[in-house]
């Protein structure tokens, strides 16, 4: 089974500043999917930014990147330039690549979250 | 218009009581989901499925009854509710295959007193 850590419950930033959340996976597979969610104090879990598996190149989304390094199974995400508007948990997720036909077998696998805080 | 939508937002119910939650999606997605997340913000799959078959069931008490009228649709049913059963459930879709991610609702935030 997978699993997704993510070793810092709670982190802060400067506004305008920029912060790095990390994530480190376990897994056997070699095709595979992982996702940052963000979760406001609204409880909406919002998409941040996903990333294959089998791409090479990080995926960017605006002030949100990622450095995915395969290899070493970690999946951390960047925010740049701090805004209010950033504040939340952050959950890392994974989600199997499934190659047999039994549709609807791709749950995602979260991490604990990191509570980030913005500080005017 | 709402993505994927649950009834109600909040339930507060006394311990011994069924209740359930309602999801509706209108992305056309095949695939819907159940995740629990507890006090501490751990999320959890419960239940997914395909096109109203179940395909997920992550050891979840039987007291938990998904039902899915049609692949729009992915309700929860729960019986005997217990205080341990206090927790917010999200429901999700997702189209198959692919990168595509899971939409979520707002969720719905069990009390049980």
């Known amino acids: 089974a997978q699993t997704v850590t993510q070793s810092q419950p709670e982190m802060s930033v400067q506004e305008a500043e920029t912060v790095t959340l990390s994530c480190t996976y376990d897994t056997s597979e070699s095709d595979y999917y992982l996702f940052w969610y963000k979760q406001p104090p609204s409880r909406q879990m919002i998409l941040v930014i996903r990333q294959e598996a089998y791409k090479q190149q990080n995926a960017t989304e605006n002030r949100f990147s990622v450095n995915f390094q395969k290899a070493a199974k970690s999946f951390s995400l960047k925010i740049s330039d701090s805004q209010l508007g950033d504040a939340a948990m952050y959950f890392c997720a994974y989600r199997s690549l499934d190659h047999i036909s039994n549709f609807g077998n791709e749950k995602l696998t979260f991490g604990t979250g990191t509570r980030l805080t913005i500080i005017p | 218009d709402t993505a994927v939508s649950q009834t109600p937002k909040y339930l507060v119910t006394q311990m011994g009581n069924d209740k359930s939650i309602k999801c509706e999606q209108n992305?056309?997605?095949?695939?819907m989901y159940w995740y629990k997340q507890d006090s501490k913000k751990f999320l959890k799959i419960m239940f997914s499925?395909?096109?109203?078959?179940?395909?997920i069931n992550e050891t979840v008490p039987n007291r938990f009854s998904p039902k899915s009228p049609d692949k729009a649709h992915l309700n929860l049913h729960i019986n005997s509710l217990e205080l341990g059963d206090s927790a917010v459930y999200f429901c999700a879709s997702s189209q198959d295959r692919g990168s595509r991610p899971q939409h979520f609702g707002d969720g719905t935030r069990l009390s049980i007193l």
């Open positions: 992305l056309g997605h095949d695939t």
């Open positions: 499925y395909n096109n109203k078959e179940l395909i």
